[in-house]
């Protein structure tokens, strides 16, 4: 890979469901050019030093993937053909290993295991042709990971800059039955609106996820700063220097944070977990961790503002009786969290009825495959008339 580092080239982010704008305006910020979301994937494009900006900075993206090669296709047998033409010598060497994973999306290809399999061939004759060896496949650590994207139309060819999914941060050693998705708990937050100007509070912390994450936007703190590495990190183009001046760059960017963010949850196991998580990601000074049940408890500073994020047990992996547990989850923001906006996430639909509140937002997303919804709910001080009567 000789690229200058100057040089433009388009990639793609991957992305959960329901973040592609979020994410959008991620990379805006981040300052990607020609930014376009669509389904679970944003497209922009940036250079090399903002492909290692992306990896460390974005909080809603999977990974980045670096198209190298488009071609129009009529079958699956025209993978071969386009792989081999693939300049690879570009990309790794003999001694390399790669792997590659296929989505297909043709309506006559046999499967993905064997597109996936096409495309190998291609490669390895490309090598086998030039230089009378081949490098191998390893599935589990290759210093070049290959994504295909197969339509009945066009074959789209991209290198993996990320390795290792995105919402593998680093910083979790230890989890609880249920925990959420680092990425998910992220583009929560965003869809909160959280950016850190008040207090926050996660009354069913679990491992933390929730508190860390947001702990890291209130900061503006990189999300991968913990990883252990990336793919781009064994590419012939690695560029050390430019790594390390884009992570100073973004770590010069961080920012006091004058408020609280508190966790509680009722399990003294889950407690140590979150605690331990919190001290792996460095963030013990900005995150209180305590063992309270949140239905036992009353909002701490009465007169500021709150803000409340939660991912509640939906019934599916921990037994509770739903209907009652989320009549307490209203009552308790009703008695005690006013001047409080609640957020949280279930993919169990009826009972969001049970909390006898109405919500003021829902967003559809999905925890792994359970289709969910993200509710809010605005609890005032008073009345809703009498808040209105107070800021008019």
């Known amino acids: 890979m000789n690229n200058n580092n100057q040089d433009l080239f388009p990639m793609v982010a991957k992305t959960l469901f329901g ?22 994937n944003v497209r922009f494009v940036g250079d090399t030093g903002f492909m290692y900006k992306a990896n460390l900075c974005l909080r809603t993206a999977l990974r980045i993937l670096k198209p190298v090669r488009k071609r129009p296709i009529s079958s699956e047998h025209d993978v071969y053909k386009v792989m081999l033409d693939v300049p690879w010598e570009d990309y790794m060497t003999n001694d390399h290993t790669f792997a590659i994973r296929a989505t297909v999306m043709m309506q006559k290809a046999q499967n993905s295991m064997y597109v996936a399999q096409k495309a190998k061939d291609g ?17 589990d650590f290759p210093d070049l990971s290959i994504h295909l994207y197969v339509t009945d139309t066009f074959l789209e060819v991209s290198l993996d800059s990320s390795g290792t999914s995105l919402h593998q941060r680093g910083y979790r050693t230890a989890t609880n039955i249920a925990p959420i998705n680092e990425v998910l708990a992220a583009g929560i937050l965003l869809h909160s609106g959280w950016n850190g ?18 702990a890291m936007i209130a900061c503006n703190i990189p999300p991968s700063l913990n990883r252990k590495e990336f ?3 064994k590419w012939l183009d690695w560029d050390d220097d430019l790594y390390t001046k884009i992570e100073e760059s973004a770590l010069k960017k961080v ?14 196991s889950a407690v140590r977990k979150a605690q331990q998580n919190v001290q792996n990601a ?6 209180t961790i305590s063992q309270q049940d949140f239905f036992h408890t009353q909002k701490e500073h009465e007169e500021k503002p709150l803000h409340m ?23 308790t923001l009703k008695q005690s969290y006013a001047d409080t906006n609640a957020w949280f996430i279930t993919s169990n639909l009826e009972a969001i ?7 003021s937002r829902k967003i559809k997303l999905f925890n792994g495959k359970l289709e969910s919804k993200l509710v809010k709910y605005e609890l005032y001080s008073g009345t809703k008339k009498i808040h209105k009567l107070k800021i008019n």
């Open 197 to 214: 100007d008040t207090n926050f509070l996660d009354p069913m912390c679990g491992s933390g996820t929730l508190l860390i994450e947001a």
């Open 255 to 268: 920012r006091e944070f004058p408020h609280s963010i508190v966790g509680y949850d009722k399990a003294p």
């Open 309 to 331: 994020v939660f991912n509640p047990p939906y019934g599916e992996r921990l037994m509770i009786d739903v209907d009652v547990f989320y009549k307490r989850i209203g009552n």
């Open 123 to 139: 490669l390895v004759d490309r090598f086998r042709n030039r230089t009378g060896s081949r490098p191998s496949v390893d599935k």
């Open 353 to 359: 009825k049970a909390v006898g509140l109405r919500p």
């Open 231 to 233: 793919a781009f990190q």
């Open 282 to 287: 460095n963030l013990s000074e900005f995150v």
């Open 19 to 40: 973040f592609e704008e979020i994410l959008a305006k991620e990379l805006k910020q981040l300052g990607a050019q020609s930014v376009q979301a669509g389904v679970r």
